[in-house]
């Protein structure tokens, strides 16, 4: 289960960028930019149990692998959608409530960093973090 462990953000590559994309006030990108996210990831089998802590919330998410789920971000967007594994990327598939556009993301580890990217409507962004 090579994703367990903790997560912690080390850097952003566009993200402000994204945010603007989804429709996030230029107040909340500033304040997301700078979140200090931490993820404690703990897979079994296909059974993910995530905390997200931040500056701004705490939230706990438990999905099934190819099984849809709710999902509410830190600015309040509204998505439903899929996490699979394909080989050693977990992979997101999300549609926004109140558009039903789709945002995807993958989580994959790259030199010993999670990295996580997003796309949403041609814009492409990054998280970078590192084991605790």
Do not use: C, P
């Not at 952003?12 to 200090?36: A, T």
């Amino acid at each position: 289960m090579a994703f367990n462990g903790t997560w912690k953000v080390d850097r952003n590559e566009n993200y402000d960028k994204f945010m603007e994309q989804l429709g996030v006030n230029v107040v909340k990108r500033k304040l997301g930019e700078h979140d200090n996210l931490k993820l404690v990831i703990e897979q079994t089998g296909d059974k993910f149990h995530i905390k997200e802590s931040s500056t701004f919330r705490t939230k706990e998410i438990d999905f099934t692998l190819g099984v849809q789920f709710d999902y509410s971000m830190a600015d309040g967007t509204d998505l439903t959608g899929t996490w699979v594994l394909e080989g050693d990327t977990l992979k997101g598939t999300f549609n926004r409530k109140d558009n039903n556009k789709v945002l995807t993301t993958t989580r994959s580890l790259v030199g010993g960093e999670l990295v996580q990217s997003y796309n949403y409507e041609g814009v492409d962004a990054k998280r970078i973090f590192k084991k605790q």
